[in-house]
């Protein structure tokens, strides 16, 4: 089964490049992508950092491309794009291309932005991020849905939206953030770590301010005993450079695992419920596991999981 990209009741994977080479980097994501879609996930997402940061590409636009081209039903979405880094108008004809050289296939999903670096290779001040990106969300997603201004309406793909929007999501960890998507008429991302207590509160103000779009949810999961040491690496790695202000709202490591495919299904959706999300985002890529095993991982949830948590997520 695979659902509209970033569809209310969507369960998709989040691809993270491992430590390899440029080739075989490219190479091991395509391989990731066809293992999830013969595991039964309706769609992937990318995201975006710049200057080699670890686990990270700096074209998550073009890498969607490339899983698109690979793959045969598979919806991808850049997902988040950081909105701030480049001209919004230059970001909706690039994914109204995309969208019209794969229909019904591409979502696209925005964010500030929170290392300097990224914003320092661009020569952009970082102080801005926020500035920029108030600005620039309106006017793509406006275009992603056919609503753009001359010139830009000239285009031939951004008139395509019109007929066939292109999906967005705004990344959200305030109640400002789940404001700003609402008056823009976007959904909502949460990120990995925050608690369903907390994602339930934003969803609560989102859905007041009159948003309808798909709420989703990330988490990272495992079936199996799960690599312990390689989850509590990475989460030093991410309190090493995320903002206070987002660790603030985070849990414990919020990790989803189980012995059995079924039981972390349970659990996920259960999560959702609590969230108030009707959307799901999984991750199983952990930094220092090879290849294999994350391919099998995929592979792994998909299969096992997958099946319980669609059922559950309809019912609910």
Request: negative net charge; hydrophobic residues 40%.
């Amino acid at each position: 089964m695979t659902t509209a990209p970033l569809a209310a009741g969507s369960i998709s994977l989040r691809m993270y490049p491992h430590a390899l080479p440029g080739p075989e980097r490219i190479a091991g994501m395509l391989a990731q992508a066809a293992v999830a879609e013969n595991a039964g996930f309706d769609g992937v997402m990318t995201s975006e950092h710049h200057g080699g940061f670890p686990g990270y590409m700096p074209n998550p636009l073009q890498l969607a491309g490339w899983i698109l081209e690979a793959t045969r039903s598979l919806w991808a979405a850049p997902c988040p794009l950081l909105l701030p880094l480049k001209h919004w108008s230059h970001v909706a004809e690039d994914l109204a291309w995309l969208a019209c050289r794969f229909p019904g296939r591409v979502g696209g999903g925005f964010a500030i932005g929170g290392l300097p670096q990224d914003f320092e290779m661009a020569d952009l001040d970082y102080d801005d991020k926020l500035a920029r990106f108030r600005d620039a969300l309106p006017r793509v997603v406006d275009a992603l849905r056919g609503r753009a201004e001359k010139p830009l309406s000239e285009d031939a793909a951004i008139a395509e939206c019109t007929n066939s929007a292109v999906p967005v999501l705004s990344a959200a960890q305030s109640p400002g953030a789940v404001r700003r998507a609402a008056r823009v008429g976007a959904g909502v991302l949460f990120d990995s770590l925050q608690t369903p207590e907390r994602v339930r509160e934003l969803v609560t103000v989102y859905r007041g301010e009159g948003g309808d779009g798909t709420a989703c949810l990330i988490r990272r999961t495992w079936v199996g005993p799960p690599p312990q040491d390689a989850f509590d690496e990475q989460m030093r790695f991410y309190r090493g450079y995320a903002e206070q202000s987002a660790q603030k709202h985070w849990g414990g490591d919020e990790l989803v695992s189980g012995e059995r495919g079924a039981d972390v299904a349970q659990r996920l959706a259960d999560l959702v419920r609590a969230s108030g999300c009707d959307a799901v985002n999984l991750r199983v890529h952990v930094s220092g596991l090879s290849p294999n095993e994350t391919g099998e991982q995929i592979r792994r949830v998909g299969e096992e999981t997958l099946p319980t948590l669609r059922t559950a997520l309809a019912a609910s």
